[in-house]
């Protein structure tokens, strides 16, 4: 079972508001921006914290200190906001070239009541729509930012289709930003699935437009890769729209990857066969480069006592992924995210099926991380038969070097924060994403050869 330490004061959070996960998430939507209505800093503030915290990916069209926003100050607690966004919008509806206009709150206007839905309600008729999301830090973290703006995107401003496409399927569960290789990890997801006969909207990754989104409500299935976030949303999209949704771990890897597709055709009409064939073909290529780094792996003897510290979304997959691809011994699956009861019980059962032999722990406070690897983990003090877990190898975040330092392990940044890395299409998932991860675990070990 998942363990869950005391509450209290986070030290170096993981995470930010909700209106932070609402803006990395509209910032990675094709043609939609952000308007956001709080104090003048939150944006960019917010952005900068997420995008350079996230392998220093940069803001994007109208993001960071570019994002429209209403810009409240003392005067507007007194006598309220609500004339603040309706100027803004105006000047956005003017400037700036979008298909969507999507405003988010801060705490400070939520707090003073603005109603910030009767104001987006006079621009009904704008040559540009324009929806709301409440986002106020006390709705949630930056995950429930994530959910808060699928909704407003997907379930409010969409209208829905009976008309399905039998063949067309949304991803959704990758959190921009806050899962750091989501671009290409939704690229590789989805270059599996468009080989196997199907068409894939991802909406965050480059070769998307703003006709994805508007065709989310014709797919024949919603894919959800996260056993906690997107699970309500893909819910209530059914509700609206009539699409089915599975709900499936982030395939890691060919074991995984291959369990993945074989679990889709319980899902969507595909062809049986032509999954065979694409499962053999990225098979073959996968386990013919594999086995060239056994020379390397085996005759340096890279195996490793590992832990991992990452969000809800990688911690099954990754710890799968070492355990059952690499062979290491993964005895520790820290899990950042600030989690509900309801959320943990999916999460433990996802982790459960994985079968890592890890014990999964909750736990957010970087130094408590840290204090908690000590201890399961003692180094040995000059004792002659000392059972020590070495060599040792934490994947977690830029956070933990810090902790692998004072353990003597390996590290490799991969959760967010990872802000010593640079990523651009990068990712982890699938066969491509499954050599990349060996490639960069086993990369720390040789580079200091």
Not at 13 to 35: H, K, Y
Not at 247 to 268: C, N, Y
Not at 314 to 321: K, N, R, S, T
Request: with cysteine; proline share 4%.
């Amino acid at each position: 079972m998942a363990t869950a330490t005391k509450k209290g004061i986070i030290e170096r959070p993981r995470t930010t508001c909700a209106q932070g996960g609402a803006l990395a998430t509209i910032g990675s939507l094709p043609d939609v921006v952000a308007i956001s209505h709080a104090a003048e800093g939150c944006g960019g503030n917010l952005s900068g914290a997420i995008s350079f915290n996230s392998g220093n990916n940069g803001e994007g069209y109208c993001g960071g200190w570019q994002i429209p926003t209403s810009a409240i100050r003392e005067k507007n607690v007194i006598f309220g906001g609500a004339q603040r966004l309706r100027a803004e919008i105006e000047s956005a509806e003017e400037l700036i070239d979008a298909k969507l206009f999507v405003v988010v709150t801060g705490c400070m206007t939520e707090i003073i009541g603005d109603d910030v839905e009767a104001v987006v309600d006079e621009f009904i008729d704008a040559q540009t729509p324009v929806v709301a999301v409440n986002t106020p830090s006390f709705e949630g973290d930056a995950y429930t930012g994530y959910e808060l703006v699928l909704e407003g995107v997907f379930n409010k401003y969409l209208e829905r289709s009976d008309e399905k496409d039998p063949k067309l399927v949304n991803l959704f569960g990758v959190i921009p930003n806050l899962d750091p290789f989501y671009r290409g990890d939704l690229e590789e997801i989805a270059r599996i699935l468009r080989k196997s006969g199907l068409k894939v909207n991802t909406f965050f990754t480059p070769d998307q437009t703003f006709e994805n989104i508007l065709s989310a409500n014709k797919a024949a299935l919603n894919i959800v890769l996260s056993p906690v976030w997107g699970v309500d949303f893909a819910a209530r999209f059914e509700k609206k729209h009539g699409t089915p949704y599975w709900v499936t771990d982030l395939p890691i890897g060919a074991v995984a990857s291959e369990r993945f597709l074989k679990e889709l055709t319980q899902h969507i009409e595909v062809d049986a066969g032509r999954i065979d064939e694409v499962i053999k073909e990225e098979s073959d290529r996968y386990y013919g480069y594999f086995i060239r780094t056994l020379d390397i792996i085996v005759n340096a003897q890279f195996f490793y006592y590992a832990a991992t510290v990452t969000n809800s979304s990688y911690a099954a997959p990754l710890a799968g992924y070492l355990k059952h691809e690499l062979g290491w011994q993964t005895d520790d699956a820290y899990v950042t995210d600030i989690l509900d009861k309801k959320r943990l019980e999916r999460l433990q059962a996802a982790f459960d099926e994985a079968h890592t032999g890890a014990e999964l722990i909750l736990e957010t406070d970087t130094k408590k991380i840290a204090w908690s690897l000590r201890k399961r983990h003692p180094r040995n003090q000059g004792e002659r038969y000392f059972d020590q877990h070495s060599p040792f190898f934490l994947v977690g975040s830029s956070l933990e070097k810090y902790a692998a330092a004072d353990q003597g392990a390996l590290t490799l940044a991969l959760s967010y924060p990872v802000y010593n890395r640079m990523i651009t299409d990068r990712g982890y998932a699938g066969y491509s994403g499954g050599l990349r991860l060996l490639e960069d675990l086993i990369s720390v070990p040789v580079a200091g050869k």
